[in-house]
């Protein structure tokens, strides 16, 4: 069972995904890659598998029954979902790209059953096939609420958006936008934590500027809450590192202790937050197209210097993403999912050494909202719109990528709120899908 493969099966079965032109396909084909990730690293987080190493049998033997009996369920479920993706692309589509994804969708059904063999033969193939039948009419049942819920909420949303929301001016104002790009890149990229802070500031009130200039106004909230975190922070940094300094590179011997971890995360994280742009923020923030800022913050700033505080207030901020997560679901908002994944990937970026993989999941779900930005027009100046093949490529290889990361790095930290957010997004297949044709 190499873990690469496991890493990277997913990817393939989202291309099969956009590839289909029929709803069906697509909709099974992508959860095929939320109930074989799950499966697949749930068996990676038991044993504790770095990505790149493979696992011995007998290393997989040493897992309880009932525990292998669940993931080779999983997976199973998941072959039988990508098989299914197969049968339907080529019953219902028509074009060549539906023949394409079929036989990307069969190839990753084979593929998974190839590597899970192992695992199947331990748990026992009747054994496995019996939880995978069992998940998958508990899901079937789940998903059918989940759609009436979904499509109940959305209807309420559009009733009560207005209308300068959904046609936002073209004119959005050049410099508040330059503005943004250059805080951006000097939170992600400068080594010293005045510029990051003072980068990330600056981007919030040239967002929030360049909203009210595209017609979206109100009240500066987000930057003013931004503003104030985040000075707080700085300045009890700046207190406590004295002649060292606050450059990155020597924050994280600084003399910060637990109780000062405990106290400056939470101000972090505030100050973070309204860069996610997910629920209950979501109303008072530019959108989750700043989310890479919000991940330079709580990465390059709190995991790197304060990881005994991000480690503290895990069990607060996750259960915020996992409900960030349902809201974005529910409420068809598939780049505020992603937001909420990355803002959760954040949180579980400390410990397991070189295991971890939060901090990529982290980087590459935050890329999803700034390159599918049109998908909800969040963006000042971009109406909503479909996205051509290649922007909905690109959107679907870092959205799953960075989602399979972030889901290995949420089990190993919290197993119940990995559970609970990958529930999240296979909720937001039955509700929303994207693609070149479909918004």
Known sequence: MPSLITLLLPVGLALAAILSGALPARRLAWLSVVVYALGAASVRVALRLPIGQTADPLWIGALPITSLRIDGGLQVLGAMLALGAAVVSLRVGRASRDRAAAFVALTGAVAIIVTAVPLLRLAGWPPALAAAIAIGSGLGIIGGVIVVIAGRLAMAGRRDRPREQELQPAHSGRWWGFIVAAGAVAAIAAPHL??????????????????????????????????????????????????????????????????????????????????????????????????????????????????????????????????????????????????????????????????????????????????????????????????????????????????????????????????????????????????????
Do not use: K
């Open 194 to 439: 005045d510029l990051v802070i003072g980068g990330a500031i600056a981007a919030a009130i040239a967002a929030h500027l360049l909203s009210r200039r595209a017609g979206a106004g109100g009240i500066p909230f987000f930057p003013a809450v931004a503003t104030g975190a985040l000075a707080f922070a700085g300045y009890y940094l700046h207190v406590i590192a004295g002649p060292a300094g606050v450059s990155l590179s020597a924050l994280p011997d600084a003399p910060l202790s637990n109780a000062a971890q405990a106290l400056l995360v939470p101000a972090l994280a505030v100050g973070a937050a309204g860069y996610f742009g997910i629920w209950p923020l979501a109303a008072l923030t530019p959108g989750a197209w700043l989310a890479p800022i919000g991940v330079a913050l709580l990465l390059r700033v709190g995991a790197e210097s304060l990881p005994l505080g991000i480690e503290g207030w895990r069990t607060v901020a996750i259960p915020i993403g996992v409900l960030a997560a349902w809201a974005a679901a529910l409420g068809r908002r598939p780049l505020a999912l992603a937001a909420a994944g990355a803002w959760m990937a954040c949180f579980a970026s400390t410990g397991a050494g070189a295991e971890n993989s939060g901090p990529a999941g982290a980087w590459l779900l935050a890329l999803v909202p700034v390159i599918g930005v049109r998908i909800e027009g969040g963006m000042p100046g971009r109406a909503r719109g479909a996205l051509s093949p290649l922007q909905a490529a690109v959107v679907a290889i870092a959205g799953v990528l960075g989602a399979t990361l972030a889901l290995d790095a949420l089990l190993r930290a919290e197993v119940v709120y990995a559970v609970l957010a990958a529930a999240a997004a296979a909720a937001a297949i039955s509700a929303v899908y994207i693609s070149p044709v479909h918004t």
